[in-house]
Nanobody, 120 residues
Framework: QVQLVESGGGLVQAGGSLRLSCAASGNIFSINAFGWYRQAPGKQRESVVVINSGGITNQLDSVKGRFAISRDNAKNTVYLQMNSLKPEDTGVYYC??????????????WGQGTQVTVSS
């Protein structure tokens, strides 16, 4: 099994910053891609940004220039630095990882989510 544990969410005023972390553990052979998704109240979950071996992809237009994804392969951890936060960034942020396990199978895993609330 593989577990993803997120941290770093919270309440921040508009214009502020937060840094989310997501650490993967378990029977990991390789992490093929990491992604951050979010779900605002009453809305569908959407992709915020994904990072894979080819680089950064699927970045939401509304966060370009404000959010930055990075990963530490040695720690199996991905980060999301969020700057210039806006009230519309409010939601539950989920980490996703496409993982090849030590058994040779590949699966998608999700974290439990972390709440980000931006006040105006």
């Amino acid at each position: 099994q593989v577990q993803l544990v997120e941290s770093g969410g919270g309440l921040v005023q508009a214009g502020g910053s937060l840094r989310l972390s997501c650490a993967a553990s378990g029977n990991i052979f390789s992490i093929n891609a990491f992604g951050w998704y979010r779900q605002a109240p009453g809305k569908q979950r959407e992709s915020v940004v994904v990072i894979n071996s080819g680089g950064i992809t699927n970045q939401l237009d509304s966060v370009k220039g404000r959010f930055a994804i990075s990963r530490d392969n040695a720690k199996n951890t991905v980060y999301l630095q969020m700057n210039s936060l806006k009230p519309e960034d409010t939601g539950v942020y989920y980490c996703n990882a496409d993982v090849t396990t030590t058994w040779g199978t590949t699966h998608d895993y999700w974290g439990q989510g972390t709440q980000v609330t931006v006040s105006s």
